[in-house]
């Protein structure tokens, strides 16, 4: 523990006049701002927030989450800042942190993003902290005493579950991982990055960036410069950011901006410019507005000068006085066109270019039309009703022939489709309702061709080509692409011939692509979070930039302590030689031998992981592999309520003696920062693990 060691990287001046302020304000009605040079000193106000705030637990804590202090830890175990990360009330980690509106790409089951599937940083912490907001009210009181109203049901298995769009940092093509954990990290400085594309990104300076060199912090990868009131100063290096995402392999000509450029030139229209890509107008659409591209005008129809055949300037409905009478008087649209010998539309144009408004009529009719009147009904013998359905279905024309006929609208496959589900009962009944894979019988049923659609279209609607399977050996035979395996095995009526390869989708692959840094500039203290990210590869999307997630260390400090450049206890943590007890009280001691052997294999672990990380693995791979408690660096901030809070949970007796240590180390610092509270809270709740307001 010798190691440890703790340093104040910044705090608010006259933290206990700052609380002061606000407790003031909420009991007078001057501004107080106009009054600072009448308060007391910083010293008179902390007797005046202990006596009036502190003292006798009178629960209006607000105005003590003004104040912040800002600590460096450095050499600490890393099972110190896994604890005070559980504990994390108004605590932030300088582990790398996002702006709340910071967009998180999301992808389907297809792997395409979208703006529906894209959601803030914010939104994901709130509801992986507060549930999501049912669709009914809890109307009577819940199983667990929960009151009636509006309620939130957790969704954290639902948000680790969500398809997270992560970046394959060897082939540089993008993947899916899953979110592990979503944090808020509180409120730190936060500066906005924007590329030369346009893109932005809110972040604090130690966030770190997947650039054309490799991961860096915003900080280091730009050579930023800032003053002391966070404002950039300057930049020093040209950076370029690896950003979301071309395609590899893209056939799609709508995709290529030049393409479409050639096509804008040729003069072409829209709906030709769409027959070219095989695709919708929509999409053609979508795509000139993304390249920020202009379609020309066609030509016009008429001249400048031209006049309808029927253009009359003294027409009545031009008239707004004449109009404004018939309105008054309770006329409707169609009764003043008749009036005027015009169309009702040209009635309603002229209305609203006047500002006018119609005369609605009522909804509905007062009385159904046929009211009163009588139906007929045929009084049929049952021969004659049974040769008039017979008729019906000789002479009623269906099909292409009918009067209904719309040119078909389904494809080929929803035909087939729909008919296999509608024989399907007939299918499993001839099967006995026997899965024909695993000879279960019952559950949900599929029919399955048994000679598939691709390979033999003329055995779609084959009532022999069907076989019933239960509904995971359906999924499980075509998802592995066993249609011919099982085919032969099952001795099918019609062999098989002129086997064809299944077609596979044309899959979309992106890649990740460098965008140049066009500007840094600092947008001031914001609430912050982080996510960590489950998997091999510990990255996200963040608007459109790579960045990396929480909790990732660099593993160097590894290589030099496998190849002896450092000490190994520089690298990992041991407690001392002593006596300490287990969770029960049982005493136990921790001797010299054994701390020897336990070093020797934090050093061994040192080797694995540079034969490891020599042979490709990656960093997060490898270090899956090594003692948990390596010692890491730090920074960390706490508004003065919340360290009050921190050190109720860890500042005792039965807690961790590694966070102990960590907490008596930022004592002093907050004694010399807030010396009336710090006496205050000695007195009164130091060790006592109270649980601060």
């Known amino acids: 523990m010798d190691r440890f060691r703790v340093e104040v990287i910044s705090q608010t001046p006259n933290p206990q006049q700052v609380i002061y302020a606000a407790l003031h304000q909420d009991y007078t009605e001057n501004f107080v701002f106009d009054d600072r040079d009448s308060w007391p000193s910083d010293a008179e106000c902390g007797e005046i927030i202990v006596k009036r705030l502190l003292a006798g637990d009178r629960g209006h804590y607000g105005p003590l989450e003004h104040p912040q202090i800002i600590f460096n830890c450095g050499y600490f175990p890393h099972s110190v800042m896994q604890q005070a990360r559980t504990h994390r009330v108004g605590v932030s980690f300088d582990v790398q942190c996002l702006a709340a509106d910071t967009a998180i790409t999301f992808v389907n089951c297809e792997g395409s993003a979208g703006k529906n599937l894209s959601k803030t940083i914010g939104e994901l912490y709130d509801l992986w902290t507060n549930g999501e907001k049912a669709i009914r009210s809890r109307s009577i009181r819940g199983r667990n005493g929960e009151p009636p109203g509006e309620y939130r049901r957790d969704c954290k298995q639902r948000i680790r579950k969500m398809r997270l769009r992560v970046l394959n940092e060897q082939t540089g093509l993008f993947e899916v991982g899953h979110i592990k954990d979503v944090m808020c990290s509180g409120i730190q400085p936060v500066y906005k990055v924007t590329l030369e594309d346009g893109k932005t990104l809110e972040c604090t300076t130690n966030h770190r960036l997947f650039t054309a060199s490799g991961w860096q912090t915003m900080k280091d990868a730009v050579g930023l410069t800032t003053a002391s009131d966070g404002n950039v100063v300057s930049i020093a290096k040209n950076s370029y950011v690896m ?23 040729k003069g072409l229209t829209i709906k030709e410019i769409a027959g070219l890509s095989a695709c919708s107008i929509a999409t053609v659409k979508v795509w000139i507005d993304k390249f920020e591209l202009s379609l020309k005008c066609s030509s016009p129809h008429y001249l400048d000068n031209h006049k309808p055949w029927n253009y009359d300037p003294n027409a009545l409905y031009r008239n707004k006085a004449w109009l404004v009478e018939q309105l008054n008087q309770g006329m409707h649209a169609n009764e003043i066109a008749t009036l005027a010998n015009c169309s009702i539309d040209a009635v309603k144009k002229w209305i609203y270019a006047y500002g006018l408004s119609l005369n609605k009529r009522k909804p509905g009719r ?64 001839k099967f006995d309702f026997i899965c024909q894979k695993c000879a279960v019988r019952g559950g949900v049923l599929h029919a399955h061709h048994l000679i598939p659609v691709f390979a033999d279209k003329s055995l779609a609607y084959d009532f022999d080509n069907l076989v019933t399977f239960c509904k995971e050996c359906h999924e499980y035979i075509h998802q592995n692409n066993l249609e011919l395996e099982f085919a032969k095995a099952y001795s099918p009526i019609l062999e098989p011939e002129n086997w064809q390869v299944k077609p596979k989708q044309k899959g979309r692959k992106l890649r990740s692509h460098p965008v140049k840094v066009k500007s840094v500039e600092y947008v001031g203290e914001q609430m912050t979070y982080d996510l960590e990210v489950d998997g091999e590869w510990h990255n996200f999307v963040a608007n459109g930039l790579v960045v990396h997630n929480s909790l990732r260390y660099t593993g160097n400090q590894f290589l030099d302590a ?132």
């Open 243 to 265: 950003c979301n995402g071309l395609s590899v392999t893209d056939d799609r000509l709508y995709t290529d901006k030049s393409w479409l450029e050639a096509q804008i030139a």
């Open 366 to 429: 007062d009385e159904p039309w046929n009211k009163g009147k009588g139906g007929y009904q045929l009084n049929l013998s049952e021969e004659s009703r049974q040769r008039r359905i017979e008729n019906a279905k000789i002479y009623t024309q269906r099909g292409a022939e009918s009067n209904f006929w719309k040119g078909g609208t389904s494809t080929d496959r929803e035909l087939i489709g729909a008919w296999t589900r509608q024989i399907a009962p007939q299918v499993h009944k």
């Open 562 to 693: 496998a190849t002896g450049k450092k000490d190994i206890e520089d690298i990992f943590y041991l407690r001392p030689v002593d006596y300490y007890t287990d969770r029960e009280g049982k005493k136990y001691y921790y001797s010299p031998e054994q701390r020897q052997q336990d070093l020797q294999w934090c050093l061994e672990a040192a080797k694995r992981y540079k034969i490891d990380f020599d042979g490709g693995m990656s960093e997060e791979h490898a270090r899956g592999k090594l003692p948990f408690d390596y010692r890491q660096h730090f920074v960390v901030s706490f508004n003065l309520r919340s360290f009050l809070h921190f050190a109720d949970l860890r500042n005792k007796k039965n807690a961790q003696l590694e966070i102990q240590k960590l907490c008596e180390m930022m004592w002093p610092h907050f004694e010399n920062w807030a010396p009336d509270i710090a006496k205050w809270y000695t007195a009164t709740r130091l060790g006592k693990a109270r649980l601060a307001p």
